[in-house]
Structures are given as C-alpha cells and as structure tokens.
C-alpha cells in the first residue's frame, strides 16, 4: 500500500466478497513514520577567499521535530559533498559559517533538516569565492603622495579582471579604489591626493566572477606637508657707514631642503630676494651672519635674513637700520 500520510494513525482491515457479499476482518491500526523536513531558499552571503555564509528554510518538519539542520558544499555539481551543521535544530531561516573553502572555486551547495526519518535537503546552487589577495605593500611616502601595491596569489577557477588597491583614514577601507591591472601576480601603482601627515590604512583588492576580495590593512603615515622655510631673530652689528654685518636664524626647513639663505635689504619696507639687494651665505638651518657692503650713508635700511626651499622663501621681521654716517676730518681755524 503506498501514498499512506507520513506520521500518522492509519486503521485496516482485510475483506473478502462471495456471491453472498462481503465480510471484514477484525480492524487494526499502525502509525506510519514520519516525512522528512521541507527545505527550501538555499542562499550565501559574506563571500570570501575561504569561507562564506551559507543557509537555508526549513519550512515544515515532516511530522517530527527537526534535531538538526545544516548546509553541504562540495566543488562538484551532486557531490560528493562535505556537510557543515548549523548551531541548532528547528523549523525556519538559518545560516552557517562554513570555512574553509578553495579560493577562486564555483562552490555547489544545498541546506538540509533532519528528523526521525531523515534528511530533507534544498534544490542545489552556487557561488563562486573570492580570489586571494596578499602582501600589502607602501614605499615612496611623501606628504600626499606613495607608493602602493599587493599580490594576487590565487584565482582559481575564476580570472581575475581587475585589481588595485583602496585607502581610507580608518580600518578596512573600500573606498578610494584605483585599478592596475587585471589577473594573478604583484603589482605596485603610485597613489596621489593622500592627505598630509596622517594615518593612512590601505589594501590590495581583485575581482573575479564571485566579487572583491581584499588583503588584510596595510599602514603608513604621510608626511607633514612641507612649507616655506621657517626664519627668526635678524641680527645687525659691525655698523659703518657703508657696511654691516647682518644675520638671522633658520629654525625650521619646512619640511624641504634649503636651497638658500641669507639677508636682504632696501630702503623701502620688507625687501625681497627678487628685486631687493641680497647677500647669500652658505649653509642650511640655524643661526648665520654675513658681512653686507653698499650701505647708502647715513640712511634708513630696512632689512632682513630669508632662507628658499623647494616651497619657496620664508622671511624673519623687517628691522630698521640707519647707517653711520662718514665723520669729514676737522679744519684748522685761521
């Protein structure tokens, strides 16, 4: 007798008809087993390189409580397949962690609920994990400006159509993506716009058929943004009428090297090195003095020491000087 419902009481009894009609045997019952559960919606979400989370519904129990659920996967389309239990039994929506898996591999999977009577399982499906992405990698920092890169060490089954890398100001970014290239191997690429002394985190990213995958966080710290040089304290001494021997301090190189320094002078307000008189002295930072002729006599000079970088010319205060003037020698009374 088939077609019986599962999981429950069924009665019967036997019967024989003659030509006087028909008699029954005493009637008996037994209770059928029940079905399998109902499980439906096989779904994965969170891909990675090596693991995924997989699921499914367990829409009905088939007549008996459902004391375990779980998914099976396996790189073959019908298995063989490798089974991975959810945390615990029941009807409805669940999900499971599974790791590990192959990178760069079209993974088959179904969900499955168990009961007395055994397995129900989901229709079958598929996803594709990520590639694997390694080795971040930074040189060449400047105040906004480096050198970044990384290593696709696996695609799998999966060609990898583009790969770069991704930086942000806090842990595990995805944004600022710049591409270099498409399939396995290392790659470095320059990155430019990064903001000036600060905490920069980045990482190496491909993309194959099933997503991105990302390396774990790299870091570095971007220089402080250079500026023109830093100058202090303009020094005058030695007067005559014509000379002087005039100075200043280099406190700072802004964060480029100097290329000049020295003081200028005029007798207009704040000289300038490119159209006011200049005298260079050698050196880089730190206090500097320089002996200064073609003082005009008995005039007003405004002046002050400077230093040039690759940013441009920083300058101390402007003083104000008069020179001495030249004694003419006594005459004689006749």
Do not use: C
Not at 98 to 122: C, H, M, Q
Request: no cysteine; hydrophobic share 30%.
């Amino acid at each position: 007798v088939t077609g019986l419902p599962s999981n429950a009481t069924i009665y019967f009894r036997a019967w024989a008809t003659n030509s006087a009609g028909t008699s029954y045997s005493v009637e008996h019952s037994f209770t059928t087993d029940p079905g399998v559960p109902t499980v439906e919606s096989p779904s994965f979400a969170n891909v990675t390189d090596t693991s995924a989370t997989l699921g499914g519904d367990v829409t009905a129990n088939g007549g008996a409580a459902v004391t375990s659920r779980g998914v099976e996967w396996s790189e073959s389309s019908g298995g063989p397949y490798t089974s991975v239990s959810a945390a615990a039994g029941g009807t409805g929506v669940f999900t499971v962690a599974v790791s590990p898996l192959p990178s760069g591999t079209l993974i088959y999977f179904r969900a499955w609920g168990e009961n007395t009577s055994g397995k129900g399982y989901s229709s079958e499906s598929s996803f594709t994990t990520l590639a694997t992405v390694s080795a971040p990698t930074f040189s060449g920092v400047t105040d906004t400006t480096a050198t970044l890169g990384g290593t696709v060490s696996s695609d799998g089954a999966a060609t990898v159509t583009e790969r770069g890398t991704v930086w942000g100001t806090s842990p595990s970014p995805t944004g600022n993506a710049l591409a270099e290239g498409s399939g396995n191997g290392t790659f470095t690429h320059e990155r430019t716009g990064l903001p000036a002394d600060t905490l920069i985190y980045f990482r190496a990213y491909a993309i194959n058929a099933g997503g991105t995958s990302y390396s774990g966080d790299g870091s570095f710290n971007t220089d402080v943004a250079a500026a023109v040089p830093t100058v202090t304290s303009p020094t005058v001494a030695d007067v005559t009428a014509s000379s002087a021997t005039l100075g200043g301090n280099v406190t700072d190189d802004g964060g480029s090297a100097i290329t000049e320094r020295g003081t200028v002078w005029a007798l207009t307000p704040d000289p300038v090195v490119e159209t006011d008189t200049k005298n260079t002295v050698a050196g880089t930072t730190g206090i500097f003095t320089g002996p200064v002729s073609g003082l005009n006599n008995a005039t007003q000079i405004n002046y002050r020491a400077y230093a040039t970088n690759g940013e441009g010319t920083g300058y101390s205060l402007s003083l104000i000087h008069i020179s001495e003037p030249t004694r003419q020698p006594a005459t004689s009374r006749m």
